[in-house]
């Protein structure tokens, strides 16, 4: 260790200290149990590291790092030829591996809660392609958080359906069929969207997401109305249930919404 001369200069243990990271305090320590002594000294007397003493160290270090004991590590530093080094660090890297293995598997286990908690969806994902095939995916799910993820109505429905079974979207997906079939029949009876029938299917939609998911008023129900009939996703859902249902839902909602507005 030279000063960039050639000559060879010598540490302090505060300079030491802050190169490794370690506490002057530590030093002390490896001094007193005769790990690492600084094998010079100053006109003034203190003792300085050379070039050897910081070698020393820095060995000391990798094998801190590698939870060897300081016993340990002094018996691999002052054996010459170091026969036990090679069996230890063979030890210790099979115990490395072993702890990244499980680290990786802790990694998996913490993405599974993560995910559960930005879907709001306590299933599987195989359980969530039995219940709501294909239309329910991860990209969904990221989309919908990043729209409305700072909403009241996020945050209440992420709350409620944290809690929810598989029994309990069972019910949810049986009550939203239902809610469907009560649209298709009033469509295919010829009633208009104004209708007592189409607006009470519309109120049905309303208060199953209102108990569901999250707190819902008639007029704000317009906007996911408005929805079904702009986002092609919504559309298709609805359409390929009956071709024109996308529409009259819309519109059924919107009546429904003038309905409460005009009842005060």
Do not use: C
Not at 2 to 30: I, M
Not at 56 to 85: C, K, M, N, W
């Amino acid at each position: 260790m030279t000063d960039g001369t050639g000559v060879l200069t010598v540490l302090t243990v505060g300079q030491v200290a802050e190169r490794f990271g370690v506490t002057v305090r530590t030093l002390h320590h490896y001094d007193a149990i005769g790990l690492l002594s600084p094998s010079a000294r100053s006109q003034a007397g203190y003792r300085l590291y050379t070039e050897e003493d910081v070698t020393r160290l820095q060995h000391v270090v990798v094998y801190r790092r590698l939870d060897f004991s300081l016993e340990e590590i002094a018996q691999l530093l002052d054996d010459g030829t170091r026969p036990a080094l090679l069996e230890h660090l063979r030890r210790q890297r099979s115990a490395v591996v072993s702890r990244l293995e499980e680290l990786a598997e802790l990694v998996t286990a913490i993405d599974r809660a993560l995910e559960k908690e930005m879907t709001g969806v306590n299933l599987t994902k195989e359980e969530q392609r039995e219940l709501f095939g294909d239309g329910f995916s991860d990209e969904y799910a990221a989309e919908a958080k990043d729209r409305w993820g700072d909403t009241d109505a996020w945050r209440q429905s992420q709350q409620r359906t944290s809690r929810y079974t598989k029994a309990d979207w069972e019910e949810i997906k049986a009550e939203a069929e239902e809610v469907n079939a009560a649209f298709v029949a009033a469509l295919e009876a010829g009633e208009p969207a104004t209708s007592e029938a189409a607006m009470d299917a519309a109120e049905r939609a309303r208060l199953h997401i209102h108990e569901r998911f999250y707190s819902l008023s008639a007029d704000f129900h317009r906007n996911l109305g408005d929805m079904y009939v702009s986002d092609p996703r919504f559309t298709k859902t609805y359409e390929d249930i009956r071709p024109g249902l996308a529409q009259y839902v819309r519109d059924a909602i919107h009546a429904n919404a003038d309905r409460h507005a005009a009842r005060g």
